[in-house]
């Protein structure tokens, strides 16, 4: 938002909390079966979203937890985290303030860590189908968000691959 100082030059502001949650809900798809708020704007490299809040760019998630509860203190080493893993959830009933230990935590034990999954029976039927109609083994691994080995062992039937 811009203002006008009393020299005539304008200056940027940040914006109100009801504008901020008014700029969530406008650039936000809400995804009914998970409950998560999908960002669907800037993207940072790290797969968070990113907006712009007045005066500069910050994560569009700490920007929804700010304008939803409570500003976060400058001093403090707290995070905005997702308590659905979501990198782009913005819905403000998703997210808490945590540590950095608490985050890695969470990382852990949801598996964000490890690119091998835990793949069921049904799984590894469909990927055998779609490899025999002539998908590569790195594209199957795209659709189940897993690695290129894991695919192969599925193919070549390892039972480790299921453990």
Not at 76 to 98: I, S
Request: aromatic share 10%; charged share 25%; proline share 2%.
């Amino acid at each position: 938002m811009l203002e006008t100082a009393r020299n005539g030059l304008r200056k940027r502001i940040e914006y109100t909390s009801e504008e901020m949650r008014c700029k969530i809900c406008n650039n936000s798809k809400k995804d009914f079966s998970t409950g998560c708020w999908n960002w669907n704007k800037a993207f940072m490299a790290v797969g968070y979203g990113l907006v712009y809040n007045g005066e500069n760019s910050v994560a569009a998630h700490k920007a929804s937890y700010e304008a939803y509860h409570e500003k976060i203190p400058k001093n403090t080493q707290a995070l905005v985290l997702h308590k659905c893993n979501n990198k782009r959830c913005v819905n403000p009933e998703h997210l808490y303030l945590g540590s950095k230990k608490s985050n890695m935590y969470d990382a852990l034990s949801s598996g964000a860590f490890s690119n091998r999954k835990v793949l069921s029976k049904e799984d590894r039927t469909e990927i055998k189908l779609l490899y025999a109609k002539g998908l590569s083994m790195r594209e199957i691994a795209k659709i189940y968000l897993t690695n290129h080995p894991q695919i192969s062992r599925v193919i070549k039937e390892n039972e480790y691959a299921f453990s």
